[in-house]
T-cell receptor
């Protein structure tokens, strides 16, 4: 079962525009992570935000976390064609390991 | 460091056969997790191994099994293949205190 649900499922924008993806999750978390996947390949870790953080930045990425609403958002500023990929939020299955539960993902298409 | 490697990259099997997939984690990483990715179900957690012990298990039938060796390399086996087992199988490793998981490129399994 999915822990997170991303919204929207698909997003198409022009280069230079900002892209915002949202994620909702079901259970209490210690942290939430975002991953990117290019065209059916392996996933790449983008950023982790802890439950006691409200916002975190990494380059052109900005992640927010609202634990009261059990939601997170990923903002990519000044999008580039190379940002075209699927983006997933993920939380740990439990505290006993590093197994991840992923949302269904948002497919972002950035056209030049 | 070399990344996570998975072999084989592509595999075609017929229903009823069995298959073994291999994953070599990043050197020094002791945790290996496996995921199944399909268009319909998305990314689903299969199992996680740490120091040769299964630490977590997802909600998959007993036809799916795995193991981890003393060098942290891991294998997963699927017996009595079904058409629905066609998927991209991803493995990921993590180590130390980092929560980040490093993914391999995946094995694309097609069951005919």
């Amino acid at each position: 079962s999915q822990q997170g649900e991303e919204d929207p499922q698909a997003l198409s924008i022009q280069e230079g525009e900002n892209a915002t993806m949202n994620c909702s999750y079901k259970t209490s978390i210690n942290n939430l992570q975002w991953y990117r996947q290019n065209s059916g390949r392996g996933l790449v870790h983008l950023i982790l935000i802890r439950s006691n953080e409200r916002e975190k930045h990494s380059g052109r990425l900005r992640v927010t976390l609202d634990t009261s609403k059990k939601s997170s958002s990923l903002l990519i500023t000044a999008s580039r064609a190379a940002d075209t990929a699927s983006y997933f939020c993920a939380t740990f299955l439990n505290q006993a390991g590093t197994a991840l539960i992923f949302g269904k993902g948002t497919t972002l298409s950035v056209s030049s | 460091k070399a990344g996570v490697t998975q072999t084989p990259r592509y595999l075609i099997k017929t229903r009823g056969q069995q298959v073994t997939l291999s994953c070599s984690p990043i050197s020094g990483h002791r945790s290996v997790s496996w995921y199944q990715q399909t268009p319909g179900q998305g990314l689903q957690f299969l199992f996680e191994y740490f120091s040769e012990t299964q630490r977590n298990k997802g909600n998959f039938p007993g036809r799916f099994s795995g193991r981890q060796f003393s060098n942290s390399r891991s294998e997963m086996n699927v017996s009595t293949l079904e058409l629905g087992d066609s998927a991209l199988y991803l493995c990921a490793s993590s180590g130390g205190s980092s929560h980040e998981q490093f993914f391999g490129p995946g094995t694309r399994l097609t069951v005919l």
